[in-house]
Structures are given as C-alpha cells and as structure tokens.
C-alpha cells in the first residue's frame, strides 16, 4: 500500500471536515514527523487537538538526517522542515503540504505537494466526497484557512464545479 508524508494543515483541515478517512482511502498509510504530531496535539487558541496516534494508518517518524532538517530550519517552520526531510530520506516523491513556502520549497527538492485542496478534488474524482465547494467554504469560514479567490476558482474547475 502506498505512503504519505504530511505537513500539520492538510491532517487539521480534514480533520475538522470529519474526513480524515480520504488521506487512508487515497493514500494508505500516513508517515508525520514529532514536529507534526506536536503541532496537531498543541493546536492554537481556538482549533480542536487531533491525536493521530489514534488513527490506525498514521504513524509517527522522525527523520534521521537533523543536518537536512537544520537547514530546512531557516526557512519554513519545523513541521514542514522534518515532514520534508522525511519524504526525502524515505524516497517518497508526493507530500501532503499547504503553506506556499513550504510548497515552494517541495518544488526546489523534487518532491509533488499536495495540499488539503487537491486532496479534495482527487477524492471527489473517486467518488469519495459529493462536492469540494462546500468543504472549502467549511475550513475557510470555521478554522480560517486561506484560499485565494483564484485558487478556489482553479480548485473548482478541476472539482468540475464551475
């Protein structure tokens, strides 16, 4: 079965929709770094703690190179640095990522970042979920994540929503 790595936003967002359950269907099992877990368990004023200890297909790993993470360090916050270490160390090519430096910098190793968005379009084109819009509009609204005008409207084409 296939392997993720994931930042904290894509596993919170999903979360919050109560359909954690497509990072499994879509990609089996999910690798996070202490970071994440420390992140998802010690959430900001006003977001629920998710305990993805408690998922079956989530497992918690640290990667081993600390030099790679150091220097992922000085640019994005320690989430991204260790889950992008991770994929790395792991050979995994796809990660589970939101934040556009953290993206950016997916794109500069060679890795794929897939965000909460395209993880919604692709369950919606396996038939896993009805429709996306609704579901953007839940996480924007209720736990505040952001979604340019331009993204949603990219992300509802693709959903074959417009």
């Not at 109560?18 to 202490?34: A, E, H, Y």
């Not at 692709?122 to 579901?135: F, H, N, T």
């Amino acid at each position: 079965m296939p392997v993720i790595v994931s930042d904290t936003s894509p596993i919170r967002a999903l979360s919050h929709l109560g359909r954690i359950d497509l990072l499994r269907d879509l990609f089996g099992t999910v690798l996070v770094p202490p970071a994440v877990d420390e992140e998802l368990r010690n959430p900001p004023t006003g977001l629920a703690l998710v305990d993805v200890r408690q998922m079956g297909f989530i497992s918690v790993r640290a990667p081993r190179d600390g030099v790679r993470v150091t220097e992922l360090l000085r640019t994005l916050d320690p989430g991204e640095s260790e889950a992008l270490a991770l994929a790395l160390e792991l050979g995994i090519s796809v990660i589970l990522i939101d934040e556009s430096a953290g993206r950016a910098m997916a794109l500069r190793l060679g890795l794929l970042p897939v965000g909460v968005l395209g993880t919604l379009v692709r369950a919606k084109q396996r038939g896993l979920i009805e429709s996306v819009g609704p579901l953007i509009e839940r996480i924007q609204g209720e736990i505040g994540f952001f979604v340019s005008q331009t993204l949603r409207t990219e992300i509802l084409r693709r959903a074959g929503e417009l």
